[in-house]
């Protein structure tokens, strides 16, 4: 057996701290298996020494105490690991190796699962839909920013790196596939990014800076990304994007406008979600509905909306009643006037994984830089995610184990 357990805690708002668990077991929660009727036992499953594990700006959401997350919830979505302990049931996987993990938690025998929709899996989350692991009201799953992690129905949720030195050489890129990058690339598909398009991304945090990338690869004429920071503006120029600053006197449409000759843009991309701010010069007051009601406001009609930035049914420092369970003032009478798609929810990684995989080893995506990679140890946690909340232009990917050459 392998030493004991450190792993990336929330302790209280503004808090997190590396503290000391037990090692995982082969063992799927009390929570889930007790409503669901399934044995805690978990042949299916797999222990993963952990490669990489990133910082995300969901985690993030957490840290600032705006969620139902306890004190002691386990934090870390974003995994890959080596395999060094497996269940008997493991049939098509083996200890050595190196695997991506999708951050939804998916059991690949439900109905859900079925229809290639693994972030609403039926079967591991007693309270919803969906779940995912270190994060509050998702069934209990310990988190991945941590040395080791327990990853359940394995062969179903890793996606196998087919060399191991190569996956260890393009390991800044191939750590984005567990979640920001075909999230990223979800919030751009689901939009209707084509050759050609015109593509609006709001926020240039990581998640929106993968979705800009993500634009491109797709075949888009222009993709702007507009945010109020301009260390990030700058990062989301650094691979080709135009950009707006939204803190201007100027109207989020005057400044397509010049960018375009035109005031609408054919997609757009809500990379921000609830903590949205408001826009205009000197405006940082939180408005959650913002950036919905602005992209319906600038795609034209007929368009479509991704919106991978996430949206919460709890949230306890919001700034007005409704919001505190999620209900917005969006004007879908404006959505519904321009015929818009709505499309919101968990990507469901697997649909991506593989081809953007195959992107990153065959050298037509390049991830890491757009988003600005930067390496840390496990126990520089705490000060990576005070940094991530100050607004730094990085992903922050940490190194658990050291297999990341610095």
């Known amino acids: 057996m392998a030493d004991n357990n450190r792993i990336v805690v929330y302790k209280g708002p503004g808090e997190v701290a590396v503290e000391d668990r037990e090692y995982p077991k082969l063992e799927i929660p009390e929570e889930v298996a007790s409503a669901k009727g399934m044995t805690r036992e978990a042949p299916h499953a797999v222990i993963l020494r952990i490669v990489s594990t990133n ?22 979505h974003e995994i890959t690991g080596e395999i060094i302990e497996k269940g008997n049931d493991v049939q098509f ?18 109905r859900a699962c079925k229809e290639r929709k693994t972030g ?13 692991y270190g994060y509050v009201d998702m069934g209990g799953w310990e ?17 196998k790196f087919p060399d191991r030195d190569q996956a260890l050489e393009k390991i800044l890129d191939l750590t984005m596939l567990s979640d920001i990058f075909p999230t ?24 929106g800076l993968a979705a800009a990338y993500s634009a491109q690869l797709l075949g888009a004429a222009v993709v702007i990304v507009g945010d109020l920071l301009e260390e990030r503006l700058a990062q989301a120029r650094s691979f080709g994007c135009e950009t707006i600053d939204i803190s201007q006197e100027a109207p989020i449409e005057e400044q397509i406008a010049d960018i375009l000759g035109e005031p609408e843009v054919d997609c757009a991309v809500d990379a921000v979600g609830f903590e949205a701010r408001g826009h205009g010069l000197g405006s940082r007051e939180e408005a959650p509905a913002t950036v919905l009601n602005q992209i319906m406001s600038i795609t034209r009609a007929g368009g479509q909306l991704g919106i991978p930035g996430l949206y919460v049914t709890g949230d306890p420092g919001a700034s007005d009643e409704g919001a505190r369970e999620g209900s917005l003032k969006i004007r879908i009478g404006l959505g519904w006037a321009k015929s818009h798609a709505f499309f919101t929810g968990q990507c469901p990684v697997m649909k991506y994984n593989r081809g953007l995989m195959m992107s990153i ?12 990679a930067t390496v840390i140890g496990l126990e520089e946690a705490p000060q990576g995610y005070k940094e991530f909340d100050q607004g730094a232009a990085k992903k922050y990917v940490l190194n658990p184990n050291g297999y990341i050459n610095a």
């Open 55 to 76: 910082i995300c700006g969901s985690d993030q959401h957490m840290v600032r105490g705006r969620t139902t997350a306890p004190a002691g919830q386990t934090l870390g």
């Open 93 to 110: 996987l083996d200890v050595g190796d190196i695997c991506s993990v999708p951050f939804n938690i998916a059991c690949g025998r439900c």
């Open 120 to 132: 609403i899996c039926f079967n591991v989350n007693p309270a919803r839909a969906g779940s995912a």
């Open 143 to 159: 988190g991945g920013q941590a040395k080791y992690v327990l990853v359940p129905f394995a062969d179903f949720n890793l996606l």
């Open 184 to 207: 990223g690339y979800h919030g751009a598909v689901t939009a209707g990014t084509t050759t050609g398009s015109t593509v609006y991304v709001a926020g240039a945090g990581p998640v």
């Open 361 to 372: 080893l065959h050298d037509k995506a390049h991830i890491a830089e757009a988003v600005n």
